[in-house]
Protein backbone atom coordinates (compact mmCIF):
# COMPACT_ATOMS: atom_id res chain seq x y z
CA UNK A 1 0.00 0.00 0.00
CA UNK A 2 2.67 2.52 0.72
CA UNK A 3 4.78 1.74 -2.59
CA UNK A 4 1.33 2.07 -4.49
CA UNK A 5 0.70 5.74 -2.22
CA UNK A 6 4.44 6.62 -3.53
CA UNK A 7 3.67 5.86 -6.92
CA UNK A 8 0.58 7.71 -7.44
CA UNK A 9 2.11 10.86 -5.35
CA UNK A 10 5.00 10.80 -7.72
CA UNK A 11 2.88 10.83 -11.14
CA UNK A 12 0.67 13.74 -9.67
CA UNK A 13 3.48 15.47 -9.00
CA UNK A 14 4.96 14.89 -12.50
CA UNK A 15 1.33 15.69 -14.06
CA UNK A 16 1.43 18.85 -12.16
CA UNK A 17 4.60 19.77 -13.46
CA UNK A 18 3.86 18.97 -17.01
CA UNK A 19 0.71 21.28 -16.55
CA UNK A 20 2.72 24.40 -15.28
CA UNK A 21 5.43 24.15 -17.62
CA UNK A 22 2.51 23.88 -20.28
CA UNK A 23 1.10 26.83 -19.08
CA UNK A 24 4.22 28.72 -19.13
CA UNK A 25 5.23 27.78 -22.59
CA UNK A 26 1.77 28.88 -23.66
CA UNK A 27 1.87 32.04 -21.73
CA UNK A 28 5.86 32.88 -23.30
CA UNK A 29 5.36 35.21 -26.37
CA UNK A 30 6.47 34.34 -29.63
CA UNK A 31 9.22 36.87 -30.52
CA UNK A 32 10.34 37.50 -33.48
CA UNK A 33 13.91 39.14 -34.38
CA UNK A 34 13.86 39.69 -37.63
CA UNK A 35 13.28 43.46 -37.94
CA UNK A 36 11.47 43.52 -40.95
CA UNK A 37 8.80 41.61 -38.82
CA UNK A 38 8.25 44.17 -36.32
CA UNK A 39 5.70 46.33 -35.99
CA UNK A 40 5.69 50.12 -36.36
CA UNK A 41 4.31 52.62 -34.92
CA UNK A 42 4.85 54.74 -31.55
CA UNK A 43 5.60 53.26 -28.34
CA UNK A 44 5.66 54.18 -25.00
CA UNK A 45 8.25 52.77 -22.01
CA UNK A 46 6.73 50.13 -19.99
CA UNK A 47 8.28 51.37 -16.51
CA UNK A 48 8.24 48.69 -14.76
CA UNK A 49 10.40 46.49 -17.08
CA UNK A 50 12.98 49.06 -17.46
CA UNK A 51 16.41 49.95 -16.03
CA UNK A 52 18.48 52.86 -16.30
CA UNK A 53 21.95 52.22 -14.62
CA UNK A 54 25.12 54.49 -15.18
CA UNK A 55 28.64 53.53 -13.67
CA UNK A 56 31.81 55.41 -12.55
CA UNK A 57 35.08 55.08 -11.40
CA UNK A 58 36.05 55.45 -7.99
CA UNK A 59 39.71 55.92 -6.31
CA UNK A 60 40.92 53.98 -9.63
CA UNK A 61 39.71 51.10 -7.44
CA UNK A 62 36.21 50.06 -8.56
CA UNK A 63 33.74 50.78 -10.50
CA UNK A 64 30.38 52.79 -8.91
CA UNK A 65 27.21 51.99 -9.82
CA UNK A 66 23.76 53.53 -9.77
CA UNK A 67 20.25 54.06 -11.15
CA UNK A 68 17.58 56.48 -11.50
CA UNK A 69 14.02 54.92 -11.00
CA UNK A 70 11.88 57.01 -12.34
CA UNK A 71 12.01 57.79 -16.54
CA UNK A 72 10.05 57.71 -19.16
CA UNK A 73 10.15 57.57 -23.33
CA UNK A 74 8.38 57.74 -26.69
CA UNK A 75 9.93 55.97 -29.16
CA UNK A 76 8.55 56.01 -32.86
CA UNK A 77 10.22 53.48 -36.02
CA UNK A 78 8.94 51.97 -39.22
CA UNK A 79 11.29 49.06 -39.12
CA UNK A 80 11.73 49.10 -42.87
CA UNK A 81 12.74 53.11 -42.61
CA UNK A 82 15.13 52.80 -39.60
CA UNK A 83 16.55 56.33 -40.57
CA UNK A 84 12.98 58.04 -39.58
CA UNK A 85 12.97 56.57 -36.01
CA UNK A 86 12.78 58.88 -33.30
CA UNK A 87 13.41 58.40 -29.62
CA UNK A 88 12.30 60.91 -26.72
CA UNK A 89 13.11 60.39 -23.08
CA UNK A 90 13.01 62.71 -19.56
CA UNK A 91 14.88 61.54 -16.32
CA UNK A 92 13.66 62.38 -12.90
CA UNK A 93 17.05 63.64 -10.97
CA UNK A 94 15.54 63.21 -7.64
CA UNK A 95 15.05 59.52 -8.70
CA UNK A 96 18.73 58.98 -8.08
CA UNK A 97 19.52 55.48 -6.33
CA UNK A 98 23.11 55.01 -5.29
CA UNK A 99 21.68 52.19 -2.81
CA UNK A 100 23.03 55.08 0.16
CA UNK A 101 20.67 58.01 1.05
CA UNK A 102 22.98 60.54 2.18
CA UNK A 103 24.74 60.26 -0.84
CA UNK A 104 21.63 60.20 -2.87
CA UNK A 105 20.49 63.64 -1.07
CA UNK A 106 24.31 64.95 -1.89
CA UNK A 107 24.18 64.17 -5.59
CA UNK A 108 21.01 66.34 -5.40
CA UNK A 109 23.31 69.84 -4.44
CA UNK A 110 24.75 72.59 -6.63
CA UNK A 111 28.60 70.41 -6.73
CA UNK A 112 26.60 67.81 -8.86
CA UNK A 113 23.38 67.92 -10.26
CA UNK A 114 21.83 71.03 -8.91
CA UNK A 115 18.19 69.43 -8.71
CA UNK A 116 16.56 71.65 -7.60
CA UNK A 117 17.50 74.25 -10.31
CA UNK A 118 17.37 71.79 -12.74
CA UNK A 119 14.65 68.65 -11.66
CA UNK A 120 14.99 66.76 -15.91
CA UNK A 121 17.41 65.32 -17.91
CA UNK A 122 16.24 65.02 -21.57
CA UNK A 123 17.32 63.24 -24.65
CA UNK A 124 16.06 63.87 -28.27
CA UNK A 125 17.22 61.66 -30.83
CA UNK A 126 17.67 63.53 -34.68
CA UNK A 127 19.94 60.67 -36.18
CA UNK A 128 19.73 56.66 -36.37
CA UNK A 129 22.37 55.29 -38.68
CA UNK A 130 22.51 51.06 -38.93
CA UNK A 131 25.12 49.42 -37.72
CA UNK A 132 24.21 46.12 -37.86
CA UNK A 133 20.63 44.50 -39.00
CA UNK A 134 19.38 45.26 -35.53
CA UNK A 135 22.09 47.41 -33.94
CA UNK A 136 21.66 50.97 -34.36
CA UNK A 137 23.21 54.22 -33.21
CA UNK A 138 21.03 57.10 -32.35
CA UNK A 139 22.48 60.32 -31.80
CA UNK A 140 20.75 63.06 -30.06
CA UNK A 141 21.04 65.87 -27.90
CA UNK A 142 20.91 65.14 -23.61
CA UNK A 143 20.15 67.99 -22.14
CA UNK A 144 21.70 68.10 -18.20
CA UNK A 145 22.08 70.24 -15.56
CA UNK A 146 21.20 73.16 -18.30
CA UNK A 147 23.68 72.06 -20.76
CA UNK A 148 22.82 70.56 -24.20
CA UNK A 149 25.71 68.14 -25.39
CA UNK A 150 25.56 65.46 -28.66
CA UNK A 151 25.17 61.71 -27.63
CA UNK A 152 25.27 58.56 -29.40
CA UNK A 153 23.19 55.65 -27.81
CA UNK A 154 24.38 52.10 -29.52
CA UNK A 155 21.25 50.21 -29.41
CA UNK A 156 20.34 46.40 -29.55
CA UNK A 157 16.96 45.52 -30.43
CA UNK A 158 15.82 42.11 -29.14
CA UNK A 159 12.37 41.97 -31.00
CA UNK A 160 8.85 42.20 -30.65
CA UNK A 161 5.69 39.82 -29.83
CA UNK A 162 2.37 40.28 -28.28
CA UNK A 163 2.43 40.06 -24.89
CA UNK A 164 -0.21 37.87 -23.23
CA UNK A 165 -0.30 38.96 -19.98
CA UNK A 166 -0.95 42.21 -21.27
CA UNK A 167 -2.69 42.48 -24.41
CA UNK A 168 0.03 44.50 -25.74
CA UNK A 169 2.11 44.25 -28.49
CA UNK A 170 5.71 45.03 -27.03
CA UNK A 171 9.14 45.84 -28.00
CA UNK A 172 12.23 45.01 -26.05
CA UNK A 173 15.95 46.77 -26.71
CA UNK A 174 18.94 47.62 -24.67
CA UNK A 175 21.81 50.50 -24.96
CA UNK A 176 24.27 51.99 -23.85
CA UNK A 177 26.37 55.51 -24.40
CA UNK A 178 28.92 57.51 -22.81
CA UNK A 179 28.81 61.18 -21.61
CA UNK A 180 31.47 63.16 -19.83
CA UNK A 181 30.18 64.62 -16.44
CA UNK A 182 32.51 67.43 -16.86
CA UNK A 183 30.58 68.32 -20.12
CA UNK A 184 27.63 69.18 -17.97
CA UNK A 185 29.29 71.20 -15.44
CA UNK A 186 30.26 68.82 -12.61
CA UNK A 187 33.82 68.39 -12.75
CA UNK A 188 34.40 68.06 -8.71
CA UNK A 189 36.79 65.38 -7.49
CA UNK A 190 38.10 64.30 -11.05
CA UNK A 191 39.94 61.91 -11.17
CA UNK A 192 39.53 60.60 -7.46
CA UNK A 193 35.80 60.06 -9.09
CA UNK A 194 35.82 59.43 -12.39
CA UNK A 195 34.92 62.34 -15.27
CA UNK A 196 33.71 59.48 -17.88
CA UNK A 197 30.38 58.07 -17.20
CA UNK A 198 28.38 54.75 -18.47
CA UNK A 199 25.29 54.41 -19.07
CA UNK A 200 23.15 51.75 -19.70
CA UNK A 201 19.08 51.17 -20.60
CA UNK A 202 17.33 48.17 -20.53
CA UNK A 203 13.83 48.43 -21.66
CA UNK A 204 10.47 47.27 -22.90
CA UNK A 205 8.04 49.22 -24.83
CA UNK A 206 4.36 48.74 -25.59
CA UNK A 207 2.28 49.72 -28.67
Not at 78 to 99: E, F, Q, T, Y
Request: net charge negative; proline share 2%.
Amino acid sequence: MKNKRIVKHTLLVLLTMLFVTGCVSWLAPNVKSELVELQAGEYQLDSKHAALLFKIQHLGLSTYVGRFNTFDAQLNFDPKNMAAASLKAVVDINSIDVNNDALSETLQNDTWFSSTQYPQAFFVSHTVTLVSDTVFNFTGDLTLRGVTKPVTFKATFHGGADNWLTGNYTLGFSAVGQIKRSDFGMDSYIPIVGDQIDLEIYAEFVK
